[in-house]
């Protein structure tokens, strides 16, 4: 027992990353970056400019060497900025980013135009710019930098500047009538467009990949959680097994004394109320150790949503089940799921419902489809939850009911069973607002239908 508590203490349970309850496990950040960006423009910078001195010194090409280092150091002082706006811990905007490509497109624009027009063969550099809108902001952004590019490269045909590089320069000037300028031109046209197609639909299924592994991993991070607190529970029952069974005997033995003539009535009332609460221990027992979510030994069956309301009702007590409201679709299909734990999901919910409402008032439980699930809501009318609150509830040992009315324990076992049999278990809540409470369950296959 000693060492399970130091287990727990070291933060067994609590070293599972943090999460938002309802909202998912927290999605990795972008691959690339403002950051990247930034040092790939460096890079940029820095080759372009050897390219430059090489096609100059080397190669004898000729060309406006003060234009080509004026349009340079405009990119170098663009760079500068952003690199010194990161460094002083302010994310640049998606708009901020964007313009910077946009702004880089026209700076290799004005560059080509220097140096050979549309004949230079780093005109292919505008697909790189395409491409790191397309991983670096989103489509839009990807679909506008190939426009530009696009806009920019055909400038290059129409308006020359100047073309001073090789013997091929003489591209620029000509009639873009020409079969090979159009070819180049629906060349380069194509090749931007799929680029910027390819791109995004390999950063979205990326992004896609992602999510999943991140809910992967929140649903297994919550399974160790789980098997924490049942490591905790067994160490705890079988050291409070043999005390606990020993009090409920003599709290037997003193109500059955107390009951003879002449024996106080408050003598029996606290001999009642010990079992009582050795009743209750067994019961927080069972519920951390996860007994009290037995549906992990059953099977799944075929369950109509009337059957599981019926469950559920039969667990309250005759007063409990007159508040309870209860509206069913027609037509919504039967659930596949383990009836007990099913109807003990609900239960716990419909209980939150009750303790969250004022004395006597009704809570309304619903029951309709929502592809791909069947849909179980349960609403009550209480004074809804701060945002600090919903974001926590569902984690094991958090409540706000008052000490000795709850152990924290339902919404995380309610959620566990949801996830494990392919449901889910939700919150929504505003303060003064109520709060709804949403269990979605898989359809039974017969009664499943295309979405």
């Not at 400019?49 to 080397?58: F, Q």
């Not at 045909?157 to 000037?173: C, K, N």
């Not at 924490?228 to 079988?238: C, F, N, R």
């Not at 919504?332 to 799921?337: E, L, Y």
Request: glycine share 10%.
């Amino acid at each position: 027992m000693e060492a399970v508590v130091r287990q727990i203490d070291s933060g067994a349970i609590d070293a599972a990353p943090a999460r938002v309850e309802g909202a998912g496990w927290s999605e990795a950040g972008p691959v690339v970056t403002a950051r990247w960006l930034a040092r790939f423009r460096w890079a940029v910078a820095l080759g372009a400019v050897a390219t430059l001195v090489i096609a100059r010194s080397l190669l004898g090409a000729a060309f406006s060497a003060g234009g080509s280092l004026l349009l340079l150091v405009a990119q170098v002082a663009s760079n500068a900025w952003l690199d010194l706006r990161l460094r002083r811990g302010s994310e640049p905007s998606d708009g901020i980013l964007g313009g910077l490509i946009l702004f880089d497109i026209g700076i290799l624009t004005a560059l080509m135009a220097l140096t050979g027009g549309p004949s230079n063969p780093f005109t292919i550099s505008y697909l790189v710019y395409i491409t790191l809108a397309a991983v670096t902001l989103n489509a839009a952004w990807a679909w506008t930098a190939a426009a530009a590019s696009l806009g920019a490269y055909g400038l290059l045909f129409v308006t020359p500047l100047r073309a001073l590089v090789d013997p091929q320069a003489g591209h620029a000037g000509m009639d873009p009538s020409l079969s090979h300028q159009v070819g180049m031109g629906v060349a380069f046209a194509a090749a931007a467009l799929l680029t910027a197609s390819f791109v995004t639909r390999i950063r979205l299924a990326l992004e896609a990949r992602e999510r999943a592994l991140g809910e992967a991993r929140r649903v297994a991070a919550q399974q160790e959680r789980l098997a924490s607190l049942t490591t905790l529970a067994a160490g705890a029952a079988h050291e409070l097994a043999t005390p606990l069974s020993a009090i409920a005997v003599a709290a037997h033995e003193l109500d059955l004394a107390a009951s003879g003539a002449g024996i106080p009535a408050a003598i029996a009332d606290d001999a009642r109320l010990i079992r009582s609460q050795v009743d209750r221990c067994r019961e927080i027992l069972d519920q951390m150790s996860g007994r009290a979510d037995a549906s992990v030994a059953q099977e799944a069956q075929r369950l109509p949503p009337a059957r599981v309301i019926e469950a559920m009702l039969a667990t309250l007590a005759t007063r409990d089940r007159e508040r309870v409201l209860v509206s069913i679709a027609p037509g919504t299909p039967s659930v596949q799921a383990p009836l007990e734990g099913a109807a003990r999901s609900l239960r716990t919910l419909v209980r939150n419902a009750f303790d969250a409402s004022p004395a006597g008032v009704p809570v309304q439980v619903s029951v309709d489809e929502h592809r791909p699930f069947v849909r179980f809501r349960v609403t009550d009318r209480g004074s809804g939850m701060e945002p600090g609150t919903l974001q926590r509830a569902g984690e094991p040992f958090f409540t706000t009911k008052p000490v000795g009315s709850g152990f924290g324990l339902g919404l995380f076992l309610a959620r566990t069973f949801a996830e494990r049999w392919g449901g889910r278990l939700s919150l929504s809540s505003a303060t003064g607002q109520g709060t709804t409470a949403t269990l979605l369950l898989p359809p039974a296959a017969t009664d499943a239908r295309p979405a």
